[in-house]
């Protein structure tokens, strides 16, 4: 029976980090979770100059700083998550790795952040650490341009649903997990196949081939219903750019909440591709990588 056990959230302190949690307390009271804050410091070295402080000196600077660091900690988001198990924690290191660490040590259930980009294209852009976290977490990470946005806890939907998947490998997961959200939520679950079109020049055989691909689509999309036991409302086939289609059909159907997979392939994009980078930016909702 999948669960949401623990929680993790990230701290930067910033109006993003508040809107996660936010969205941290809703799903922590549904599934009575732990929530854990975690807030990673980087290391004083990484900060100042060997040569500015002697290393005893880094010593107390990094008491310090861990110091008021944990008692702003205790502070932060008092008024979201009350009445939760939360647990605070400040740890020395990159904030990505030290995030990706935790995570995969502690066995976390899902990791809420925001995507931390700034300035006036920050819809556009995923922050490094979200990027690093999103490429090497084992366990879903659910993220967005608009968790700063986010609704009271007590107010926060989850009515509908949309998965979107590439009938790659990891797409029995993300249903899988779209749906136990469903489940849980007695949500409407819409299914979603998007595949780059094909200019149609009207040849007999070129149209007959689309119908057969189209066909094992669709048996494809019936057999990850039957294996995941998802009861989606609408199973849709849209043709046009993965991500833009995506982003029109959550809008359209007023998704809460985006659910995709995360590739298994090596190299530039690891295991996050191009397509789940521009739908994380562009989605209305927040997303679920898988």
């Known amino acids: 029976m999948r669960s949401l056990n623990r929680i993790l959230l990230p701290v930067d302190f910033s109006e993003r980090a508040a809107g996660a949690a936010r969205y941290a307390k809703s799903l922590a009271a549904h599934f009575q979770s732990e929530v854990v804050l975690l807030h990673a410091l980087p290391p004083p070295q990484q900060v100042f100059a060997p040569v500015e402080f002697g290393g005893a000196m880094l ?10 660091t944990a008692a ?38 899902l990791i809420i952040m925001p ?6 294209f920050r819809r556009f852009i995923l922050g490094s650490n979200t990027a690093k976290v999103l490429h090497d977490a084992d ?8 968790l700063e946005a986010a609704p009271p806890a007590s107010a926060l939907p989850l009515h509908n649903v949309l998965c979107a998947v590439d009938l790659g490998p990891q797409s029995e997961k993300a249903l899988a997990w779209a749906a136990f959200l469903q489940q849980e939520f007695a ?22 081939w689309r119908r057969q691909v ?11 219903q039957q294996a995941t036991s998802a009861k989606a409302a609408r ?10 289609a995506i982003c029109a059909a959550a809008g359209k159907w007023k998704a809460d909440v985006v659910v995709i997979g995360r590739g298994s392939a090596a ?10 980078y521009a739908i994380i930016r562009e989605s209305p909702c927040p997303v679920v990588s898988v």
Do not use: M
């Open 267 to 276: 190299g530039v994009f690891g295991r996050l591709r191009t397509n789940a």
């Open 235 to 244: 199973v849709v086939i849209e043709p046009g750019d993965p991500a833009q």
């Open 59 to 68: 010593d107390d600077i990094s008491r310090d700083l861990a110091c008021k």
């Open 187 to 208: 949500a409407e679950l819409t299914l979603l196949h998007a595949a780059t079109a094909v200019p149609d020049t009207g040849d007999q055989a070129e149209t007959a």
């Open 72 to 109: 702003e900690l205790d502070r932060f988001a008092e008024a979201e998550l009350p009445g939760l198990n939360v647990r605070r924690l400040v740890l020395e290191g990159d904030p990505a790795s030290t995030i990706v660490n935790f995570a995969h040590e502690e066995k976390l259930d």
């Open 214 to 224: 189209r066909e094992a689509v669709e048996e494809e999309l019936q057999r990850l």
């Open 139 to 146: 366990c879903p990470v659910w993220t967005g341009v608009h």
């Open 115 to 120: 995507t931390h980009g700034y300035g006036p």
